[in-house]
Structure formats: structure tokens, C-alpha cells
């Protein structure tokens, strides 16, 4: 017997897709939908639907944009010798709140994680070794999250990128070991840039 009428259903059921978001909460989630005004519900589906259809990613690295370059790659200001690698659009979002780096970016998309089945070529490394060699880039600064799948990635990318001459270098510990970046705070996190380290294959 369902216990809830269909629609109700299939709105927790979807809630209770998304990241972070356990069956209780789907629960109270829908419930506060249901409950709310027609027009603030529309409006959140509306943020959705935009969203998808006007978001792609950044053809050159992978950050969300509207168009087909984002905001960062647009800004002809910005040092091309310098590269931050990220795992996700969020991570260049705490680093920006430092106002310590003015270089680019350039995001995986994810960590390699043999666990939840992430190799290296689900991620977007093909696209970073080839903007290195076309872009003239000195610097790869490997700022992924300071945890076990963050370490492995930033393993794997020192031992694919120094064999091309590059420096390659990671920030220097000081941030909350095992969390994520965009959990330490900016000066934590523009210190931790600023002191970074050389890695060796
Ligand atoms: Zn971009």
C-alpha cells in the first residue's frame, strides 16, 4: 500500500536523489514545497529548468558557464602561466575569496576514487595535459581537496605532469586535513596558496 498519493511520492523520491539529502529531509523538503505558495514553488522549478538549459561548461575548463568560455577565461587580465587545478566549480569559488590567485583554472570535475568506480579518464586530465602543452603554462598548482581521493589525484597528475618540464606544486598543509576545500576559511586557505610547495613525482 503507498503510503503517500503518487506525486507526493515521486517528489521525495527525487529530492532524496540529490546529494546530501537523506529520506527524512526529502520528506520535510516536499512537505515545505506542498505547503508553500504556488509561485515561490514555480520559481524554484523555473531556477532548475534555466539553469540546465543555459549552463553548459566552460569549453576550456570545465567550469560552469553561460556561453561557451566562463567568467574566468573570459578575463584577458589573468596569467596564462599559472594553472590552478580543481576538483570542482566550487573550489574556485573559495579560491577566489582569498584574492591570493591570478592565475586560471581548470576543473576535473571530480577526484579519482576507485571506490565509487572514478578513474582518471572519467575526469577531465586528457583536457588539462593538452591546455599545458598549447597554452604556455609554467606553473600547475594542484589544489585539490586535502583527502585521500585529493591526494591520490594529485599524485597521479605529478607523475603525468613533471615529465613535461613543469613546476608543479601543491598548497602547503595548514588546511583541515581529510575535508574539503571550500571548508577552509580564506586566510587559512590564501596562506596555504602562497606557501605552496614543489611535489616530486
Ligand atoms: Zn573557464
Same mark, same amino acid.
Given at each position: 500500500?503507498?503510503?503517500?498519493?503518487?506525486?507526493?511520492?515521486?517528489?521525495?523520491?527525487?529530492?532524496?536523489?540529490?546529494?546530501?539529502?537523506?529520506?527524512?529531509?526529502?520528506?520535510?523538503?516536499?512537505?515545505? &514545497?506542498?505547503?508553500?505558495?504556488?509561485?515561490?514553488? =514555480?520559481?524554484?522549478?523555473?531556477?532548475?529548468?534555466?539553469?540546465?538549459?543555459?549552463?553548459?561548461? *566552460?569549453? *576550456? *575548463?570545465? =567550469?560552469?558557464?553561460?556561453?561557451?568560455?566562463?567568467?574566468?577565461?573570459?578575463?584577458?587580465?589573468?596569467?596564462?602561466?599559472?594553472? *590552478?587545478?580543481?576538483?570542482?566549480?566550487?573550489?574556485?569559488?573559495?579560491?577566489?575569496?582569498?584574492?591570493?590567485?591570478?592565475?586560471?583554472?581548470?576543473?576535473?570535475?571530480?577526484?579519482?576514487?576507485?571506490?565509487?568506480?572514478?578513474?582518471?579518464?572519467?575526469?577531465?586530465?586528457?583536457?588539462?595535459?593538452?591546455?599545458?602543452?598549447?597554452?604556455?603554462?609554467?606553473?600547475?598548482?594542484?589544489?585539490? =581537496?586535502? =583527502?585521500?581521493?585529493?591526494?591520490?589525484?594529485?599524485?597521479?597528475?605529478?607523475?603525468?605532469?613533471?615529465?613535461?618540464?613543469?613546476?608543479?606544486?601543491?598548497?602547503?598543509?595548514?588546511?583541515?586535513?581529510?575535508?574539503?576545500?571550500?571548508?577552509?576559511?580564506?586566510?587559512?586557505?590564501?596562506?596555504? &596558496?602562497?606557501?605552496?610547495?614543489?611535489?616530486?613525482?
Amino acid at each position: 500500500m503507498a503510503v503517500y498519493e503518487a506525486a507526493v511520492q515521486t517528489l521525495i523520491d527525487e529530492l532524496g536523489r540529490l546529494p546530501g539529502v537523506g529520506p527524512k529531509s526529502a520528506q520535510r523538503i516536499a512537505y515545505y &514545497l506542498l505547503r508553500s505558495a504556488p509561485e515561490d514553488a =514555480n520559481r524554484l522549478a523555473r531556477a532548475i529548468t534555466d539553469a540546465k538549459a543555459r549552463i553548459t561548461w *566552460c569549453r *576550456c *575548463c570545465y =567550469n560552469f558557464a553561460e556561453g561557451e568560455l566562463c567568467t574566468y577565461c573570459r578575463d584577458e587580465r589573468r596569467d596564462p602561466a599559472l594553472l *590552478c587545478v580543481v576538483e570542482e566549480p566550487r573550489d574556485i569559488v573559495a579560491i577566489e575569496r582569498t584574492h591570493e590567485f591570478r592565475g586560471r583554472y581548470h576543473v576535473l570535475q571530480g577526484a579519482i576514487s576507485p571506490m565509487d568506480g572514478v578513474g582518471p579518464e572519467q575526469l577531465r586530465i586528457k583536457e588539462l595535459l593538452r591546455r599545458v602543452g598549447e597554452e604556455g603554462v609554467k606553473e600547475v598548482i594542484l589544489a585539490t =581537496n586535502p =583527502n585521500t581521493e585529493g591526494e591520490a589525484t594529485a599524485l597521479y597528475l605529478t607523475r603525468q605532469l613533471k615529465p613535461l618540464g613543469l613546476r608543479v606544486t601543491r598548497p602547503a598543509s595548514g588546511l583541515p586535513v581529510g575535508g574539503d576545500l571550500e571548508y577552509a576559511d580564506e586566510v587559512t586557505l590564501g596562506r596555504a &596558496l602562497e606557501g605552496r610547495r614543489d611535489v616530486d613525482a
